[in-house]
């Protein structure tokens, strides 16, 4: 015996959702059966409307209701300096901090030739259009995470921008705040020691 | 800064979800934003009809489309046997093993002193009724999980239905199919010698 078609279809759609196997689908799908109907029904509108309203910003890739984003055309922001980060989430995380006050540019994504993700797949060519367009950018933050992935974006675009005269630099790597030092692995302890600072 | 509000509502919503935190419902929404729209619309629709679609059987508490479900309208299964089990999940496991033929009736729940969960929270009244309204049920079969709450409840089964004359009995306990004695449990091993069977 099978689930019933309307069960059968919502465990379906949960499997397609990243990490999501058969079971916990399953329980999802029971609980869903479960929530309060207005729960379910907002659900559904949000999915709708979160493909629906959501574009990216044509000048920075963050994800955005109204085209430039909010960032993009707000003038009291520093607009000298571009940070330069693999997805929205980082840029957010990055926002949540109220410190950086300059602009963004989002990759959506990281060189990757074991994923088969070159240049032309991930948002460089804008960026660099963007930097012969606006000669207020003085500096390039390259915001990456800091895996070999990441490190190797940040080489590619530091030897891209930097013959044209454009500053680049790369966020600092060395001990998160609040960590034992016997505790953190040895390319961050050599990070930190190379990347000392005077006090 | 914030989302976007169409994300951030959407992040809402996966964060309603069991064992869905705010990160793993950031990492979903957006996911969802870079989804196939018809993935997405489907999925709305099929959280939508999930709810309104589907109802608890009103004779044995299954989750269908048609109430009386499949099972109960069922002539050719066997009339006279009712398999107890906690949730609409163990009957369907019980059903994909096609070797039960009888009737079922679902619980929604376990007797769960510590949960503040007792007899009048689940299903039993409605299966009391049942087994007075029709006299062809001449057994019922226990098939709460074999924890500490299943037992519990398998045993207030077997107290409340006896007296009445009905014959109760419990799915077995032992060594699971395959599986290596010097690698199962104490309490395991002592079932299946108690429970153990005439070759």
Do not use: W
Request: contains cysteine; charged residues 25%; proline residues 4%.
């Amino acid at each position: 015996m099978q689930y019933p078609e309307p069960i059968a279809k919502l465990i379906d759609s949960y499997t397609k959702l990243p990490g999501i196997g058969i079971k916990t689908a399953t329980r999802l799908a029971f609980y869903t059966v479960n929530m309060a109907e207005e729960d379910v029904t907002h659900f559904a509108q949000s999915l709708i409307s979160a493909k629906r309203d959501l574009k990216f910003c044509s000048i920075c890739g963050n994800l955005t209701e109204e085209d430039p984003c909010a960032i993009c055309t707000d003038d009291t922001r520093n607009q000298g300096t571009v940070l330069v980060v693999e997805e929205v989430k980082d840029l957010m995380a990055l926002e949540n901090t109220n410190e950086y006050h300059g602009l963004y540019h989002v990759l959506h994504g990281v060189l990757s030739p074991l994923a088969g993700q070159g240049p032309d797949d991930i948002n460089i060519e804008s960026l660099v259009t963007r930097l012969q367009k606006n000669e207020k950018i003085e500096e390039v933050i390259v915001g990456t995470n800091a895996n070999a992935e990441g490190e190797a974006t940040a080489m590619y675009l530091s030897r891209l921008l930097k013959p044209a005269g454009i500053r680049v630099s790369r966020l600092a790597t060395g001990l998160s705040v609040g960590s034992d030092i016997d505790y953190a692995d040895e390319i961050t302890l050599i990070k930190s020691v190379e990347g000392r600072t005077q006090m």
